[in-house]
């Protein structure tokens, strides 16, 4: 009996045709996760809620982050408003689900849970589906057991999990040096390590993130499909849980992990360099597949001008608004807010300047000028921050404040990519026989 090949068009076809099934599947099982979370009683989470304005837990809008920054309490007080409404709302829950009705935020909201609180009835339009809202999976049950301080205790240990599960799967598979390289500049030259406590919202955007790295690297000890796959599912779940804070690094971190990965097992720039092009290419498509079936399912339920809102509010991101039409001007507004508000942002740089030569020059002394093409190809996702910032201007320039953790993140993919270069694990060949990486 033959057997079906693993190599070939056919193959190809057909592994496309699965990953697009996959992420069929994956929209429903989001979907069913949305309204399982809608379906939570709004009562107990509005005397929370209530209690947090009370206690000073809930906004102001920006506030102090620690490390000389801002942190974005607005868009914490956006997800903890977010599905409420009056507990005698007579929309479905299936309608609220798809439709995301939400509190103000902080100033106005404190002032409609106060009015929720006391009796009133308020119930606000189902007109927030711009955004997945997956976060509310995990908020609105917190809330309906216990308060605002307790949500962040809870993701602040997720952050802590998804970040440890990520190092620890790429230091398993390319080493300890590497898995630093790549995290080390974001974590010691921005403020994420505040984020659990001041602004969860961006704490559990970061911990997706890191989710995505670590799906990345085991997908990738499969080789280049299993990187697909494991960088496709990150990709989806990045956007389930975002409000459009650090799409470039979620990007770049997934793909140049994936690469490293390959690259150390196999030792093949060629390998490595289709894996990069190809989880390069699945994470925007699976992003975009996932945000665009938010807004299909909107529209079936809330009318075809969904597209039209959205497409407004796209167009005023990618160029409007009172800033700078310059080319380039959403680039230089992070990379200038990265230094000039960091303070270990100027050391780092120069740190990292220091270890991708010492590493180019031990790649040149191990391997040659192929330590060279190494680093070129594993370092070609960190292209990716500066181009978000330049087709984002608008966004980039306006919420600077908090797009520029995409900036170290970016300088942590050279440092993996000149470390991986370098490394003794790319003395590699593929065994003949199977593919299988054996010692030279």
């Known amino acids: 009996m033959r057997s079906r090949p693993t190599s070939g068009p056919r193959a190809a076809?057909?592994?496309?045709?699965?990953?697009?099934a996959g992420l069929l599947a994956l929209q429903a099982v989001f979907l069913g996760l949305l309204v399982a979370a809608q379906a939570v009683p709004n009562r107990p989470i509005i005397d929370h809620l209530a209690a947090a304005v009370d206690s000073g837990d809930y906004g102001p809008s920006y506030t102090s982050d620690g490390f000389g920054g801002i942190a974005d309490r607005f868009t914490e007080c956006v997800l903890l408003g977010y599905g409420?409404?009056?507990?005698?709302?007579?929309?479905?829950?299936?309608?609220?689900?798809?439709?995301?009705?939400?509190?103000?935020?902080?100033d106005g909201g404190a002032a409609e849970i106060a009015r929720l609180a006391a009796g009133e009835r308020l119930v606000q339009p189902a007109g927030y589906y711009r955004y997945w809202s997956g976060y509310s999976v995990l908020?609105?049950?917190?809330?309906?057991v216990t308060d605002v301080a307790g949500v962040r205790l809870v993701v602040g240990g997720l952050f802590a999990?998804?970040?440890?599960?990520?190092?620890?799967?790429?230091?398993?598979?390319?080493?300890?040096?590497?898995?630093t390289a790549l995290l080390a500049p974001l974590v010691l030259s921005s403020n994420v390590m505040a984020?659990?406590?001041?602004?969860?919202?961006?704490?559990?955007?970061?911990?997706?993130v890191a989710a995505g790295v670590a799906l990345a690297v085991v997908g990738a000890t499969r080789g280049v499909r299993g990187a697909v796959l494991g960088v496709?599912?990150?990709?989806?779940?990045?956007?389930?849980?975002?409000?459009?804070?650090?799409?470039?690094?979620?990007?770049?971190?997934?793909?140049?992990?994936?690469g490293a990965v390959v690259q150390s097992r196999w030792g093949s720039p060629g390998r490595t360099l289709r894996t990069v092009l190809a989880t390069g290419a699945?994470?925007?498509?699976?992003?975009?597949?996932?945000?665009?079936?938010?807004w299909v399912i909107a529209a079936a339920v809330q009318g075809p001008e969904v597209f039209g809102k959205v497409g407004e509010v796209a167009g005023y991101r990618v160029g409007g608004g009172e800033v700078s039409k310059a080319f380039g001007a959403g680039l230089r507004a992070n990379v200038g807010y990265w230094l000039q508000t960091m303070p270990t942002a100027v050391p780092v740089l120069l740190a990292g300047a220091v270890v991708v030569l010492v590493a180019l020059?031990?790649?040149?002394?191990?391997?040659?000028?192929?330590?060279?093409?190494?680093f070129v190809v594993l370092g070609l996702p960190a292209l990716v921050v500066p181009a978000w910032y330049c087709l984002l201007s608008n966004h980039s320039q306006v919420h600077a404040f908090f797009t520029y953790r995409s900036v170290p993140g970016a300088v942590g993919v050279l440092l993996l990519a000149a470390v991986v270069a370098g490394s003794r694990r790319t003395d590699r060949v593929e065994d003949a026989r199977g593919g299988a990486p054996a010692a030279r």
């Open 282 to 294: 699945v994470w925007p498509f699976a992003f975009a597949f996932t945000w665009v079936s938010r």
């Open 195 to 208: 984020m659990p406590a001041t602004a969860f919202s961006h704490a559990l955007a970061l911990a997706a």
């Open 232 to 258: 496709a599912a990150g990709a989806a779940l990045f956007c389930y849980v975002d409000l459009l804070t650090v799409p470039p690094m979620a990007w770049a971190l997934s793909v140049a992990a994936a």
């Open 161 to 179: 999990l998804a970040g440890l599960a990520a190092f620890l799967a790429l230091a398993r598979r390319s080493g300890a040096t590497a898995a």
């Open 139 to 144: 908020t609105r049950p917190l809330l309906a």
């Open 84 to 106: 409420v409404s009056s507990p005698d709302d007579p929309r479905s829950v299936f309608y609220r689900a798809t439709g995301g009705p939400r509190l103000s935020a902080c």
């Open 13 to 20: 076809v057909r592994f496309l045709l699965g990953l697009l």
């Open 361 to 374: 020059a031990l790649g040149l002394r191990r391997h040659g000028p192929r330590s060279l093409v190494t």
